[in-house]
Nanobody, 123 residues
Framework: QVQLVESGGGLVQAGGSLRLSCVASGRTSSRHGMGWFRQAPGKEREFVAAISWRGGSTYYADSMKGRFTISRDNAKNTVYLQMNSLEPEDTAVYYC????????????????WGQGTQVTVSS
């Protein structure tokens, strides 16, 4: 019903910035909240940030507060993750997800997932 495609990942030096994008297609009129998760090799999938369907509410993992910003443009069916002050520990595959209209921090509460985009931060 919903397809998600992430983009914007790449290689960046520590202290740099990237902006990830996630474009939704299919049932894009649904009132989906959106989330970003990440997964490093050998690690569990980790919550990064979430935003409600209208964009009025956001929620961040503690380690991302002050550095990452989630936003969305429903006219473009796109959600963004602005990442600043990147650290090598941020290296992971980043996934966007769609689910409840409300902010959610648990992967199991999302219904649709993108294929991910690689973010690599060098020291």
């Amino acid at each position: 019903q919903v397809q998600l495609v992430e983009s914007g990942g790449g290689l960046v030096q520590a202290g740099g910035s990237l902006r990830l994008s996630c474009v939704a297609s299919g049932r894009t009129s649904s009132r989906h909240g959106m989330g970003w998760f990440r997964q490093a090799p050998g690690k569990e999938r980790e919550f990064v940030a979430a935003i409600s369907w209208r964009g009025g509410s956001t929620y961040y993992a503690d380690s991302m507060k002050g550095r990452f910003t989630i936003s969305r443009d429903n006219a473009k069916n796109t959600v963004y993750l602005q990442m600043n002050s990147l650290e090598p520990e941020d290296t992971a595959v980043y996934y966007c997800a769609a689910g409840s209209p409300f902010v959610r921090a648990t992967a199991g509460e999302y219904d649709y997932w993108g294929q991910g985009t690689q973010v690599t931060v060098s020291s």
